[in-house]
């Protein structure tokens, strides 16, 4: 059988996690758009016996490639994409190549998919945990740092991919079926991408694309705008925070996490209280997780275990330390206005705030009810600064374009029965390959400076 001629474009997670499953396989080259290659990155290409091309030299080649192979930070719009559209080579996404390769090797595995612009990582984590609860096989993956490529290598007959997917993810989805499928909700972001809320919100929408007779749909109650009624065989569910008669998972008038798969009788899982990770915003998340699992057949005295004993994810209003009566989170995490509003609302002040790094092209004035009334200090970092100045600079701050020097900048400020909070609102790709280690650096320089006072 001849080799197929790959081109990957994009050398992120996403890029080498095809790398890795193709190699030995295909003829791969890869591309970015974005970046050159380290020069440990270049070892691993010659290993892996993989070429690499400039993005110019790629697109004058382009017609020696049988398929090209697209990470999610890559836009359609590149060139590179542009020209195999034009000449009819065909354009997968990641999480539709990987989507194709699990339906061969195992095509009864479960694909549990979520999408929203907020709470994603906890809902698909959180889900992983419930099913893995239940004495079934589960893998979180895509959106939330594992490329859905990389698990099928940890995947089986009947595993369950517990799937987070990204507008940008989305974007290039065309056979991708989800046996369920949840839209969280939705608030500006991405707007340098996708210029409208209409194209952010059809492109989310993207993910019930493709759902038949049997498969499960589920979004919030009373938001019409993120939910589809389209195939009427379809099963709909839906989360909400007040009580509601139709099936799904729900808080009645007392706190209590419901569940009715029915429509008819209801049963209590546990009490919000109950639950360890704070805010509201989790218990919405924790509504549309117990409802996934719940519709695969997950029993609730299981889900109630996981969720007495469920902490949370990390970089999400992670407590890091508490010394001197100084609290530090790190809500690396929060790279959209919404998130990082989230995390103030569920916050006691005073607050020690550093917003910043790449600016995505939402306003930062819903943040300022909050940030007059429970932050003390507020510093401005990254390449957002000019923005945020713009719409939160009548309010007291500080500006220090490095991440490092503002950290420091801040745990100077901070006093007993103060927090100081990374809450970004901002992408980290100015300073840091991703949020994780901006979270990463900001809790060791949090610990360095606990140890230096001890």
């Known amino acids: 059988m001849p080799q197929i001629n790959t081109i990957i474009v994009g050398a992120g997670k996403s890029g080498f996690a095809v790398i890795r499953f193709l190699a030995g396989q295909d003829r791969i080259t890869l591309t970015d758009t974005f970046r050159s290659l380290d020069s440990q990155e270049m070892t691993l290409l010659a290993q892996l016996k993989v070429e690499y091309l400039p993005e110019e030299q790629a697109v004058k080649q382009i017609n020696e490639f049988d398929r090209l192979i697209l990470s999610p930070g890559v836009p359609l719009s590149s060139p590179i994409v542009q020209e195999a559209l034009n000449r009819?080579?065909?354009v997968l996404g990641e999480i539709e190549f990987a989507f194709l390769e699990s339906k061969k090797r195992f095509p009864q595995s479960k694909v549990l998919a979520i999408t929203g612009t907020n709470g994603k990582s906890t809902t698909t984590h959180l889900l992983s945990d419930l099913i893995k609860g239940g004495g079934r096989h589960a893998i979180a993956c895509g959106n939330i740092g594992i490329p859905f490529t990389d698990a099928l290598g940890q995947a089986g007959p009947d595993s369950y991919f517990c799937l987070e997917v990204s507008s940008y993810q989305l974007e290039t989805v065309s056979t991708l079926r989800a046996d369920v499928a949840t839209f969280l909700n939705l608030t500006p972001d991405h707007l340098a991408r996708h210029k409208t809320m209409d194209n952010y919100r059809n492109a989310k929408l993207r993910i019930f694309n493709n759902q038949k007779d049997g498969d499960i749909r589920i979004s919030p109650y009373g938001k019409p705008e993120i939910s589809r009624r389209d195939q009427m065989e379809v099963l709909n569910l839906f989360f909400s925070l007040t009580p509601m008669d139709l099936p799904g998972c729900f808080l009645d008038n007392k706190g209590n996490i419901c569940l009715n798969l029915s429509g008819n009788s209801s049963e209590i899982i546990l009490h919000k209280d109950q639950l360890l990770i704070p805010g509201q915003h989790?218990?919405?998340?924790?509504?549309?997780?117990?409802?996934?699992?719940?519709?695969?057949?997950?029993?609730?005295?299981?889900?109630?275990?996981?969720?007495?004993?469920?902490?949370?994810?990390?970089?999400?209003?992670?407590?890091?330390?508490?010394?001197?009566?100084?609290?530090?989170?790190?809500?690396?995490?929060?790279?959209?206005?919404?998130?990082?509003?989230?995390?103030?609302?569920?916050?006691?002040?005073?607050?020690?705030?550093?917003?910043?790094?790449?600016?995505?092209?939402?306003?930062?004035?819903?943040?300022?009810?909050?940030?007059?009334?429970?932050?003390?200090?507020?510093?401005?970092?990254?390449?957002?600064?000019?923005?945020?100045?713009?719409?939160?600079?009548?309010?007291?701050?500080?500006?220090?374009?490095?991440?490092h020097v503002a950290v420091d900048r801040a745990l100077h400020l901070a006093e007993a029965g103060s927090t100081v909070l990374l809450s970004p609102a901002c992408a980290s790709f100015d300073q840091f390959r991703d949020f994780e280690a901006r979270g990463e650096a900001f809790e060791a320089i949090v610990r360095s400076w606990i140890a230096n006072r001890a």
């Open 88 to 90: 009819g080579i065909p």
């Open 282 to 403: 989790n218990i919405e998340n924790t509504l549309a997780a117990c409802l996934m699992a719940a519709a695969v057949g997950i029993g609730i005295d299981s889900i109630r275990k996981t969720l007495e004993r469920y902490e949370g994810l990390k970089h999400r209003l992670s407590i890091v330390a508490q010394h001197d009566g100084i609290r530090f989170i790190n809500d690396s995490k929060a790279t959209n206005v919404d998130s990082t509003y989230v995390a103030l609302d569920a916050l006691c002040g005073p607050i020690i705030l550093l917003l910043g790094g790449t600016h995505k092209g939402a306003s930062y004035k819903p943040l300022i009810p909050l940030l007059r009334d429970k932050v003390s200090h507020l510093i401005f970092m990254g390449e957002a600064i000019p923005s945020l100045k713009a719409d939160l600079g009548l309010l007291p701050h500080e500006s220090i374009p490095d991440f």
